[in-house]
């Protein structure tokens, strides 16, 4: 991941590099103007790029900085997800600086950055950390969000189009996941891993399985960091669909 900056560089750095610490990924972030491309015929072909914009308020004191891929060629329903994501974190930040009741001389921060995991030709999966700290915050928070990306259909995946229609596919993550996360002694509060929508929203595909992504304080006590299980396609193999070809 990118070098951070400032008082607190170390905490984010920190926590941006638990976000990254998974198997079979092949990472975009961290390399500026990088570009990923998969073995695919011309016909095919895709790239990645990455995309940085940058925002200053000396009025509000905040400095926000926002790392984007760009796909190539242009898709409208990918470049639209992006932009979603990070225009929903940079609104929402700018409101919370705005009522921010902390003293003088702290600069509030936003910075948005993400990995890329390729899994075929057609399949970009997306996960980005969205990093904030606001003056008069006790710590910066950490948000991991996804987007998975078939090029085939031009859609944004939902977890559930992975799945057989009807299959119990929140139930068997939240076993495999509370299982993984009491073996790792991450799971203080069992709540936050069990079979709601809410609590798998941070999903990405991976080479070797669903990776689920957990936010810090939703398994584990904030100042552990946030939690990452890798669940096999094999432990999901009876209720995956095929609308899909990750393997």
């Not at 984010?12 to 500026?32: E, F, K, Q, W, Y």
Request: net charge neutral; proline share 4%; aromatic share 8%.
């Amino acid at each position: 991941m990118r070098a951070m900056k400032g008082n607190l560089g170390g905490l984010v750095a920190a926590g941006l590099l638990i976000l990254g610490l998974h198997a079979g990924t092949a990472r975009s972030s961290g390399l500026d103007g990088a570009m990923l491309a998969a073995t695919a015929t011309p016909e095919t072909a895709w790239t990645l790029t990455d995309a940085t914009t940058q925002e200053n308020s000396q009025k509000q004191d905040f400095a926000i900085v926002i790392h984007r891929p760009v796909l190539a060629p242009a898709s409208a329903a990918f470049n639209a997800a992006i932009q979603k994501i990070t225009d929903s974190a940079a609104t929402s930040f700018k409101q919370f600086v705005a009522t921010s009741t902390g003293g003088p001389g702290v600069t509030s921060t936003l910075t948005i950055d993400y990995d890329v995991m390729v899994i075929r030709q057609r399949l970009v999966s997306v996960r980005f950390s969205i990093l904030q700290y606001v003056n008069g915050m006790a710590h910066p928070s950490l948000t991991a969000v996804s987007v998975n990306f078939d090029r085939g259909t031009d859609k944004v995946l939902a977890l559930a189009d992975l799945f057989k229609s009807n299959a119990k596919y929140l139930e068997a993550l939240a076993k495999y996941c509370s299982a993984d996360l009491m073996r790792q002694g991450r799971l203080s509060f069992p709540e936050g891993a069990a079979a709601k929508a809410e609590n798998y929203a941070a999903w990405n595909l991976d080479r070797a399985g669903l990776l689920i992504t957990f936010d810090p304080a939703t398994v584990v006590a904030s100042a552990a960091g946030p939690s990452v299980v890798l669940v096999p396609y094999t432990a999901l193999d009876d209720l995956l669909g095929t609308t899909v070809p990750v393997f």
